[in-house]
């Protein structure tokens, strides 16, 4: 497939271009598009732009609607989110619902194992995204990790074109890559999570992850399986050496600041940060069909529609 440009973050966090103007697509109004730091007067609106949300269909029987934040360039040519808008009460209570759906989701997967794997989630979705299932991951390690992996996306996929738009300043936008952007409750990059929840179909969107039920039954079978390769290789079944896998992508002991971190957020959940994980693992397995899954798992509140962008 044709090589994927890549954006990157330097300093803090100023938007570059790692080939031309490869990453970025003139809107379809054809518009051209200045950089940022260009000589033009720059005023970005307090409020986002309102743009129609539209469906984006992945499939005959599964239609995923792009419910993450959008993406703005500020007046310093720092990429920036563009985040719901939702006031702190509705925040609030966002979190509160979200705590709640994956206590049930956990539930619905593991029931033997159901509060501890719900610690887990809840201990991930906390550090990664304060519990908002939009989100867009725009620190650098996000970045680097989404954009170097959107080249396993492959051409035959239906959506490896996949765009999303990127407001300047000046009001203009430019089309960038969807795939470079890690998603969702647990960061997680899409061409690399998806296919655990693609499996084999190439008909996943990568604003998917931004659904709640698609990231947390992503993130559980994920876990199940990082569990089984770590004890595989003779780690203890512990929820110290799940996190190590899970958070870093490897089962080997982190530096002692990561280790710390986890025994505090672990610990923070209610949750012994070296007890053994007991897996069933028999409760709605990967094989499960996508649309019945969907139809079956807990949902937080709906979100704002249409979505400013």
């Known amino acids: 497939m044709p090589a994927r440009s890549v954006l990157v973050s330097v300093g803090a966090f100023v938007l ?8 970025l697509r003139p809107a379809p109004s054809g518009a051209s598009v200045d950089m940022p730091g260009s000589s033009a007067a ?3 609106p307090d409020v986002a732009p309102s743009l129609e949300l539209k469906p984006r269909p992945s499939s005959p029987e599964l239609v995923y609607l792009d419910r993450c934040e959008g993406l703005r360039v500020d007046d310093e040519g720092r990429l920036r ?3 719901l808008p939702l006031s702190k009460a509705q925040r609030d209570r966002q979190r509160r619902e979200m705590r709640e759906t994956i206590r049930r989701t956990a539930a619905a997967f593991e029931p033997g194992e ?10 991930w979705a906390l550090r990664e995204s304060s519990y908002r299932p939009e989100a867009l991951h725009v620190l650098s390690p996000d970045l680097d990790a989404a954009a170097s992996s959107s080249r396993r996306v492959e051409a035959s996929h239906a959506f490896s074109k996949a765009t999303v738009p990127l407001h300047f300043p000046d009001g203009k936008t ?16 899409p061409a690399l999570w998806l296919r655990r929840w693609d ?4 008909s996943t969107p990568p604003w998917a992850l931004c659904d709640e039920r698609v990231a947390l039954a992503t993130a559980i079978w994920a876990a199940r399986a990082h569990l089984r390769e770590c004890v595989s290789r003779g780690y203890p079944s512990t929820w110290r050496t799940l996190n190590r896998r899970f958070s870093s992508g490897h ?8 280790e710390r971190s986890w025994t505090h957020r672990a610990r923070g959940q209610g949750l012994d940060p070296d007890a053994s994980v007991r897996f069933a693992g028999r409760a709605l397995p990967e094989s499960t069909p996508r649309h019945e899954l969907l139809a079956a798992l807990p949902r937080g509140s709906e979100k704002p529609s249409p979505a400013p962008w």
């Open 174 to 189: 430019a089309d960038v890559d969807a795939w470079e952007f890690s998603r969702g409750l647990f960061g997680m990059a």
């Open 42 to 44: 720059l005023a970005f």
């Open 114 to 123: 159901a509060r501890e794997l719900a610690a887990a989630l809840s201990a």
């Open 16 to 23: 570059s271009l790692a080939v031309g103007l490869g990453a």
């Open 81 to 83: 989110r563009v985040r």
């Open 251 to 258: 089962c080997e002991e982190r530096p002692e600041r990561f």
């Open 199 to 202: 499996a084999g179909t190439e």
